[in-house]
Nanobody, 127 residues
C-alpha cells in the first residue's frame, strides 16, 4: 500500500521560512518523480516543484523559483520542500505526489499524471 505522508505545515509571518516533508512508503521510490502541489482557498491546484529521484533533477514553477527548494533523502524515502521568503499568496494546502515521470507542460506541472497523493499539510502565511 502506497503512503505519502506530509508534515511541516504551520502558520508563519510573511518573509518567514518553513520546511515541508513527504515520507513515502510502499512505493518504488527510486526512479520516480516526486512533486509538490498546492491549492489555495478558491484557487485551482497548481504544481510547485518536482524532483526525479533517480537523477535528482528538479524543476520549479515560476512563482516559487529562487524561494523554494526541493530536495530528497533517498536513504529515508523522503522529499523536502524548503520554503523561504514566504508570501501571503503562498497560503495553501500543500500536497506531495508520486509518479513515474515529471510531466511539465507549458511550464506547468501536470497533477493529473501523478498516481499517488498524500493528505496534505496546511501552510498559512500572514502579512
Amino acid at each position: 500500500q502506497v503512503q505519502l505522508v506530509e508534515s511541516g505545515g504551520a502558520s508563519v509571518q510573511a518573509g518567514g521560512s518553513l520546511r515541508l516533508s513527504c515520507a513515502a512508503s510502499g512505493y518504488t521510490y527510486s526512479r520516480s518523480c516526486m512533486g509538490w502541489f498546492r491549492q489555495g482557498p478558491g484557487k485551482e491546484r497548481e504544481g510547485v516543484a518536482s524532483i526525479y529521484t533517480g537523477s535528482g533533477v528538479s524543476d520549479y514553477d515560476d512563482s516559487v523559483k529562487g524561494r523554494f527548494t526541493i530536495s530528497q533523502d533517498n536513504a529515508n524515502n523522503t522529499v523536502y520542500l524548503q520554503m523561504n521568503s514566504l508570501k501571503p499568496e503562498d497560503t495553501a494546502m500543500y500536497y506531495c505526489a508520486a509518479g513515474r515521470w515529471c510531466p511539465w507542460y507549458s511550464d506547468k506541472l501536470a497533477g493529473s499524471e501523478f498516481e499517488h497523493w498524500g493528505q496534505g499539510t496546511q501552510v498559512t502565511v500572514s502579512s
